[in-house]
């Protein structure tokens, strides 16, 4: 453990977040499982700019995606997405892409072999991205209200889908600025080849969760 990472996550996010965050940290380390918040929000309107100084947020091509994130670390290999026709807003700083969000209206890929489904009439926000060293300029929410003023300019009001792991601290804070509506929770635990899927009552009545589409697919 990184005695400075883990100290400046205290100053940041408190004690008890903290213990959280590294526990359950450690705790994946043995088994494959996530416990996230399900949020949602209403983009019948801007609630502020699109615009930040000195960067560029607009809708993002297959191409640019693709040329963009070789320069992120990390996992962003989504051809999956554009492949359907989810959209994707990013963010630039020059040529270079630097956040994205994307946007789908169908059951969505969460992991290989599990997907996160959810009602007609909801549209999901997932696989949101800044890179570190652009964070902390509001770059997610200019992108978020740039996807509101689209809408708006084509007469949409939608109703957005987000999911926030429990001890994503940095991600949750972004999100308390984007959601109005806390609706549940959704989780999923993989023991041996197969995942299993759990949601809180109000998640369940939605008809919001996980599903194991490769264990469905080998005993259909």
Same mark, same amino acid.
């Given at each position: 453990?990184?005695?400075?990472?883990?100290?400046?996550?205290?100053?940041?996010?408190?004690? =008890?977040?903290? %213990?959280?965050?590294?526990?359950?940290?450690?705790? /994946?380390? $043995? &088994?494959?499982?996530? +416990?996230?918040?399900?949020?949602?929000?209403?983009?019948?309107?801007?609630?502020?700019?699109?615009?930040?100084?000195?960067?560029?947020?607009?809708?993002?091509?297959?191409?640019?995606?693709?040329?963009?994130?070789?320069?992120?670390?990390?996992?962003?290999?989504?051809?999956?997405?554009?492949?359907?026709?989810?959209?994707?807003?990013?963010?630039?700083?020059?040529?270079?892409?630097?956040?994205?969000?994307?946007?789908?209206?169908?059951?969505?890929?969460?992991?290989?072999?599990?997907?996160?489904?959810?009602?007609?009439?909801?549209?999901? =926000?997932?696989? %949101?991205?800044?890179?570190?060293?652009?964070?902390? /300029?509001? $770059? &997610?929410?200019?992108? +978020?209200?740039?996807?509101?003023?689209?809408?708006?300019?084509?007469?949409?009001?939608?109703?957005?889908?987000?999911?926030?792991?429990?001890?994503?601290?940095?991600?949750?804070?972004?999100?308390?600025?984007?959601?109005?509506?806390?609706?549940?929770?959704?989780?999923?635990?993989?023991?041996?080849?197969?995942?299993?899927?759990?949601?809180?009552?109000?998640?369940?009545?939605?008809?919001?969760?996980?599903?194991?589409?490769?264990?469905?697919?080998?005993?259909?």
């Amino acid at each position: 453990m990184n005695v400075a990472t883990f100290s400046k996550y205290v100053q940041r996010h408190g004690v =008890l977040r903290t %213990v959280r965050h590294y526990s359950l940290r450690l705790l /994946r380390r $043995l &088994v494959d499982f996530e +416990v996230l918040r399900v949020e949602a929000a209403s983009e019948a309107s801007p609630t502020g700019s699109s615009t930040v100084a000195g960067y560029v947020t607009r809708t993002v091509t297959a191409a640019e995606y693709a040329a963009g994130v070789e320069a992120l670390a990390g996992d962003h290999d989504r051809p999956w997405a554009f492949d359907r026709r989810d959209i994707c807003l990013g963010t630039f700083f020059g040529d270079a892409l630097v956040g994205y969000n994307f946007y789908s209206h169908d059951r969505t890929i969460h992991k290989p072999g599990l997907d996160f489904r959810f009602p007609d009439g909801f549209t999901y =926000l997932f696989a %949101v991205f800044t890179d570190p060293a652009h964070r902390g /300029r509001q $770059l &997610v929410t200019a992108r +978020v209200n740039k996807r509101r003023e689209i809408d708006q300019l084509q007469g949409v009001s939608r109703r957005v889908l987000g999911i926030i792991a429990v001890d994503n601290d940095a991600s949750g804070a972004a999100y308390r600025h984007l959601t109005e509506e806390r609706i549940g929770y959704v989780a999923y635990v993989k023991i041996r080849s197969r995942y299993h899927c759990f949601a809180s009552p109000a998640c369940k009545c939605a008809g919001i969760g996980f599903v194991d589409t490769a264990w469905s697919a080998q005993h259909q």
